[in-house]
């Protein structure tokens, strides 16, 4: 019934209990777990996570523009051939971060420009990590979108008129996770705008909890909490939510 397209539900912080958190997302209707990794020391632990818990969990490739560092073409060259040996279903998360480090946005871009190179070889989406940089990543996108290149812009929670932007390129969807939850965020007025066609639910665990859980470990099962959240906004049931956004996911990741 609904799809979480964004978890890091492979990372340490879920060791002692992540038979018990899947069990939980099935038990709420939760039944597809999109997994990105953010760098070479973390695709292990994805591929394992994935298999462990098969056509429950997909892998996605990518490195995180937090952690392009000097030698990012070694990590690249490490990734790319892990996208063809195991069953990918995005490259991602890439893209820019100016919030931590503006120092190398060279490198963030040559990096980011190289996976969407990767994306349209392997015909896959991307998932665009994007925070204090949607001006930066559209000038990208602006060079390098065509009629293939699809996606998400994962945690999006910037205006409406980024959000029309990134629709008019025609293959983006938006990730709305636990940010339209927060009280003062103001998402869910731009989230109202826009037609729920266009929106995928996600919750970057374990980050990014959603309201009334701030505070503590985010997880995949509180994606019902996402959709009460925008049945309310767009005042159609959850079970709505949960049909609409799953096709939309679906489409997307072709799962
Ligand atoms: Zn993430």
Avoid at 60 to 86: Q, R
Avoid at 136 to 163: K, Y
Avoid at 165 to 194: A, E, P
Wanted: a negative charge.
């Amino acid at each position: 019934m609904y799809i979480d397209t964004h978890t890091h539900i492979y990372l340490n912080d879920f060791d002692d209990d992540r038979k018990k958190i899947i069990s939980d997302c099935l038990d709420n209707g939760v039944d597809k777990l999109l997994l990105p990794n953010i760098d070479k020391s973390s695709i292990s632990a994805v591929i394992k996570t994935c298999k462990d818990y098969k056509n429950i969990c997909f892998p996605m490739v990518g490195l995180h523009p937090c952690y392009v560092k000097d030698s990012y073409k070694n990590d690249l060259d490490y990734l790319k051939p892990i996208i063809k040996s195991i069953n990918t279903v995005a490259i991602g998360e890439i893209g820019i971060d100016l919030y931590w480090d503006k120092s190398n946005l060279e490198i963030q871009r040559n990096a980011f420009i190289e996976q969407i190179n990767w994306a349209k070889e392997f015909k896959l989406p991307i998932v665009i990590h994007a925070r204090d940089s949607y001006s930066e990543i559209f000038e990208v996108l602006d060079e390098m979108n065509d009629e293939n290149l699809n996606g998400i812009f994962h945690c999006f929670s910037s205006s409406l008129q980024d959000a029309e932007r990134i629709l008019k390129y025609g293959g983006f969807k938006l990730g709305i996770g636990g940010v339209v939850t927060f009280k003062n965020s103001g998402l869910d007025k731009v989230v109202k705008q826009i037609d729920i066609k266009n929106i995928v639910l996600e919750t970057d665990s374990p980050y990014l909890t959603p309201t009334p859980f701030r505070g503590t470990r985010n997880k995949s099962s509180y994606i019902p909490v996402i959709a009460n959240k925008l049945s309310d906004i767009y005042e159609i049931s959850s079970e709505e939510i949960g049909k609409i956004t799953t096709k939309n996911a679906s489409e997307v990741f072709n799962i």
